[in-house]
T-cell receptor, first 115, second 114 residues
Framework: AQTVTQSQPEMSVQEAETVTLSCTYD???????LFWYKQPPSRQMILVIR??????QNATENRFSVNFQKAAKSFSLKISDSQLGDAAMYFC????????????FGTGTKLQVIP | ETGVTQTPRHLVMGMTNKKSLKCEQH?????MYWYKQSAKKPLELMFV???????ENNSVPSRFSPECPNSSHLFLHLHTLQPEDSALYLC?????????????FGSGTQLSVL
């Protein structure tokens, strides 16, 4: 079974600065998908960014980018120019290809943005 | 209007009560999911429905009973729950099962079992 580990329960960043959230995973599969989800106080989980394991190029979405190290099974999220609205729980997640959207989540990192 | 709506937002119930959680998606999706989110634990997938048929039951106790009357609605019927069942219950949907699909979540029902 796949596992996802987020070793930073809480992080903080100054507004306009850059922060990196860590994630590692364990799998024996060679093809899979990785995600970062954001859960603000409204509780609705929102997809931030997605990476296909077969793609070597790191995914980017505006101020959000990932550092995907397949051999190391590492998938970190970098948030640039942090904004107050970025304050939330961030969950790293893993999914095998095919089948239904059976996503395995990490325990989350709570990000605080300091004005 | 959000794509996935869950009611109620909060629910407090005794261990002998029977209650139901409701989820409705307005996205025309074919698959729906129940997840349980407990404090400091990873989200746990509970059930998956595809085209109104249950395709996954992740070893969930029988005191949780899902129902999917149509592709837009999903219920979670609760009875004789335990205090450890207190958690945030999240509903999600996806268009289908393809690899390019993604999950859309509701805002959850925060359940407290006394």
């Amino acid at each position: 079974a796949q596992t996802v580990t987020q070793s930073q329960p809480e992080m903080s960043v100054q507004e306009a600065e850059t922060v990196t959230l860590s994630c590692t995973y364990d799998t024996s599969e060679s093809d899979y998908y990785l995600f970062w989800y954001k859960q603000p106080p409204s509780r609705q989980m929102i997809l931030v960014i997605r990476q296909e394991a077969y793609k070597q190029q790191n995914a980017t979405e505006n101020r959000f980018s990932v550092n995907f190290q397949k051999a190391a099974k590492s998938f970190s999220l970098k948030i640039s120019d942090s904004q107050l609205g970025d304050a939330a729980m961030y969950f790293c997640a893993y999914r095998s290809p095919g089948g239904y959207q059976k996503v395995t989540f990490g325990t989350g990192t709570k990000l605080q943005v300091i004005p | 209007e959000t794509g996935v709506t869950q009611t109620p937002r909060h629910l407090v119930m005794g261990m002998t009560n029977k209650k139901s959680l409701k989820c409705e998606q307005h996205l025309g999706h074919n698959a729906m999911y129940w997840y349980k989110q407990s404090a400091k634990k990873p989200l746990e997938l509970m059930f998956v429905y595809s085209l109104e048929e249950r395709v996954e039951n992740n070893s969930v106790p029988s005191r949780f009973s899902p129902e999917c009357p149509n592709s837009s609605h999903l219920f979670l019927h609760l009875h004789t729950l335990q205090p450890e069942d207190s958690a945030l219950y999240l509903c999600a949907s996806s268009q289908g099962t393809g690899d390019n699909e993604k999950l859309f979540f509701g805002s959850g029902t925060q359940l407290s079992v006394l």
